[in-house]
T-cell receptor, first 113, second 113 residues
């Protein structure tokens, strides 16, 4: 089955700096890769996702890159702000009926003012 | 515009006393999921419904049951809660399985005394 690893487990950056979180997956059949942000006491919220037919996707300060050959994908947050502080989870899934997300273990991002 | 609603937000139950958590959705999604999330861990899928079809994860304890009486509602029943069942329980919905975004509710924090 699919296995998703995520690094680093914790990340501290200064406000305004960039943050990068990397995930690797094991199943080459996986083709959908969402990123979720979870603030304290709340449910995860999708912030960006990418499918295997695309190498990069950007939404304002957030971008995701995918390297299918190496089986890794990364979240990039530029110009970080204190409200970006949260736990971020990557996930991988195969775009087929009955397939479910396999989540990475999470990265706790702290943006220091 | 609440889309996935969970009640209650906080639940305290006694060891061995049955408890039911509820989830409702306004998205008219086919799929509803229940996840268990313990502190500093990724959400762990317990089971999901695709319409009325129930799909149990292989490692979900028999102590956990679920009901989906209609499209909008789904319930998580814990028949005999143990101390190890104290966790955040997250409900999520999606239009389909695999490569579909999952929308999470705010979660129910369960405490077992």
């Amino acid at each position: 089955g699919e296995n998703v690893e995520q690094h680093p487990s914790t990340l501290s950056v200064q406000e305004g700096d960039s943050a990068v979180i990397k995930c690797t997956y094991s199943d080459s059949a996986s083709n959908y890769f969402p990123w979720y942000k979870q603030e304290l006491g709340k449910g995860p919220q999708l912030i960006i996702d990418i499918r295997s037919n695309v190498g990069e996707k950007k939404d304002q300060r957030i971008a995701v890159t995918l390297n299918k050959t190496a089986k890794h994908f990364s979240l990039h947050i530029t110009e970080t702000q204190p409200e970006d502080s949260a736990v971020y989870f990557c996930a991988a899934s195969e775009n087929n009926y009955g397939q479910n997300f396999v989540f990475g273990p999470g990265t706790r991002l702290s943006v220091l003012p | 515009d609440a889309m996935v609603i969970q009640n209650p937000r906080y639940q305290v139950t006694q060891f061995g006393k049955p408890v039911t958590l509820s989830c409702s959705q306004t998205l008219n999604h086919n799929v509803m999921y229940w996840y268990q999330q313990k502190s500093s861990q990724a959400p762990k899928l317990l089971f999901h419904y695709y319409d009325k079809d129930f799909n149990n994860e292989a490692d979900t304890p028999d102590n956990f049951q679920s009901r989906r009486p209609n499209t909008s509602f789904c319930f998580l029943d814990i028949r005999s809660p143990g101390l190890g069942d104290a966790a955040m329980y997250l409900c999520a919905t999606s239009a389909g399985t695999g490569g579909y975004e999952q929308y999470f509710g705010p979660g129910t924090r369960l405490t077992v005394t």
